[in-house]
């Protein structure tokens, strides 16, 4: 038995354009919420994060780096310094150069000169050997720059060899700190996940509530906005911050219950349909003119000899006869359910399984035929 509906229990849904502003003003208020709970969680994540210069300053990492700094640094000095000898050396190999020229030259005229058998004054001797002096001071500063410069390229490969042990000890512990930073900024990611879930938890918890609670009342946007929000930004969460081979298992499982229960809710429907829904496909059908149990065509009235189904029903072309005609009791001829029959409150003909008699409003309390699939 279908307990009968008074119009005290059943929901005004109002028009179509105030049904549609409702659901355009839960969209905004869904969108509000998700936007505020967002603020939330975003304050969450701005809390400080481990430093890394600061574990750095405070690591081995400091002895070995400084290290490195120094030994840089005294390369870089003894480039310096190979810069200028070379500087030098080139310069000295210039006057060098030309002191020797000057030196060929006086040995040449002193060649001359001695052949044509005359010898040379106190001043040209002195000349020749002067320059004979700075040619050989030249040649020995030279030997002397070169020396220096050996050395610096030699003190430079190994200061080179000093970088590189440092450096390699510079990474290890670069690594070393690396690994320890890694493992402490996965732990604060860790602590603010937990306290993302420990705020969006209860409000999943609270959404639940008020949805078994307040899911049939005029509470119901603010409900499935709420939970709605809550919910997405649940998801955001675990799938950013939560790794895919973790993830992928709730959300199948969670696939799988939920299409379950929508498939399992549409086959309650169908099987033990509630009164609304029941009320419902019998109105269609009426309006159509079909029966609610089989759909086979109320032939009844200027209706009993033409043919009609629910597309074509709108351009039934239904011939004038009167009223009486119509107004008797009816059977489906083929499911043999009753769709018309005698009001005991006014006796005329009423829908036998609508709830109230069009003439007189009487109540009766309504059984459902069949099944309807």
């Known amino acids: 038995m279908i307990s009968a509906p008074t119009t005290a229990g059943k929901r005004n849904q109002g028009p179509w354009w105030h049904r549609f502003a409702i659901r355009i003003c839960t969209l905004l208020l869904f969108l509000l919420i998700y936007q505020a709970i967002g603020f939330l969680t975003n304050d969450i994540w701005q809390i400080e994060r481990p430093n890394y210069e600061a574990l750095e300053s405070h690591s081995e990492v400091t002895v070995p780096k400084s290290r490195v700094s120094e030994i840089e640094s005294s390369i870089e000095k003894v480039q310096r310094s190979l ?3 070379r500087t030098n050396q080139a310069e000295l190999r210039a006057i060098t150069q030309t002191s020797q020229e000057i030196w060929n030259q006086l040995q040449e005229f002193r060649k001359f000169a001695v052949s044509k058998g005359k010898e040379l004054s106190d001043s040209e001797q002195k000349s020749l050997d002067d320059a004979q002096m700075l040619f050989l001071k030249n040649q020995q500063a030279g030997l002397e720059l070169q020396s220096e410069i050996a050395e610096l390229t030699r003190k430079e490969a190994t200061l080179r060899d000093r970088l590189e042990d440092a450096e390699k000890e510079l990474r290890f512990h670069r690594a070393t700190l690396l690994n320890k930073y890694v493992v ?3 732990r604060h990611t860790q602590f603010l996940i937990i306290i993302n879930l420990a705020l969006l938890i209860p409000l999943i918890v609270v959404a639940g509530y008020a949805y078994v609670r307040f899911h049939q009342t005029a509470w119901s946007p603010f409900v499935q906005a709420f939970g709605a929000a809550v919910v997405l930004k649940l998801f955001a969460l675990l799938q950013s911050y939560v ?4 993830f992928i298992y709730p959300l199948v499982v969670t696939g799988l219950l939920v299409v379950g229960s929508l498939l399992w809710g549409l086959i309650r429907i169908v099987s033990r349909p509630d009164l609304p829904w029941l009320l419902g496909q019998y109105r269609d059908a009426y309006q159509a003119f079909l029966c609610p149990v089989c759909d086979y065509p109320i032939r009844r009235g200027p209706l009993k000899f033409l043919y009609w189904n ?8 239904i011939p004038a006869q009167s009223a009486a005609g119509g107004d008797e009791n009816y059977t489906c001829p083929c499911c043999t359910t009753r769709l018309f029959e005698e009001c005991p409150a006014c006796h005329h003909t009423r829908h036998s399984l609508l709830p109230a008699c069009e003439s007189c409003g009487a109540i009766k309390e309504l059984q459902s035929a069949a099944t309807i699939v």
């Open 83 to 85: 810069r200028d000898e």
């Open 243 to 246: 790794p895919y081979e973790l």
């Open 184 to 186: 402490l900024l996965r």
């Open 310 to 317: 629910r597309k074509t029903i709108r351009r039934l072309q």
